[in-house]
């Protein structure tokens, strides 16, 4: 009798999950596929922004880019001469300049709100920001 008891026990012993052990984990693995779905989506939304170029702090062009526009490109008359910028989707550089030394052409792209490219000599700015208009809160003002 002990030998069939001790089978029973050895049995009972090997079992590594019981079946509410397989539907938690079941729910876990759900929820982070879900996670890594959702946080992976929400990178891919239509991103827009606002782009101002202004020469000698004088807004000369505004208008608004968003992922999949079409490639524009815009000379912009500066004060020491023609700066060239273009514009490809949601993105913006400076691709000619004027000035001397091209730190604004090395610049490269933006597509980000926040980001400038500046071209001191030729007083060309190009600001990139959100289209969205924010609130100013009673502290900041």
């Known amino acids: 009798m002990q030998a069939s008891e001790s089978k029973n026990i050895s049995r009972k012993s090997k079992r590594v999950f019981k079946p509410g052990d397989v539907l938690i984990i079941s729910i876990i693995i759900a929820l982070s596929?879900?996670?890594?779905?959702?946080?992976?989506?929400?990178?891919?939304?239509?991103?827009?922004?606002?782009?101002?170029?202004?020469?000698?702090?004088?807004?000369?062009?505004?208008?608004?880019?968003?992922?999949?526009?079409?490639?524009?490109?815009?000379?912009?008359?500066?004060?020491?001469?023609?700066?060239k910028i273009e514009v490809k989707g949601e993105k913006v550089r400076m691709v000619e300049s004027a000035?001397?030394?091209?730190?604004?052409?090395?610049?490269?792209?933006?597509?980000?709100?926040?980001q400038n490219i500046v071209c001191l000599p030729n007083r060309v700015v190009i600001r990139y920001t959100s289209p969205r208009k924010t609130k100013v809160d009673s502290i900041t003002e």
């Open 99 to 114: 000035c001397r030394d091209k730190i604004c052409v090395r610049m490269g792209w933006i597509d980000s709100p926040g």
């Open 33 to 83: 596929i879900f996670t890594i779905f959702s946080s992976s989506r929400a990178g891919k939304e239509t991103k827009s922004g606002e782009v101002t170029i202004e020469v000698n702090g004088k807004t000369v062009k505004k208008f608004l880019v968003e992922r999949g526009g079409n490639r524009r490109v815009f000379s912009v008359e500066g004060v020491i001469g023609v700066s």
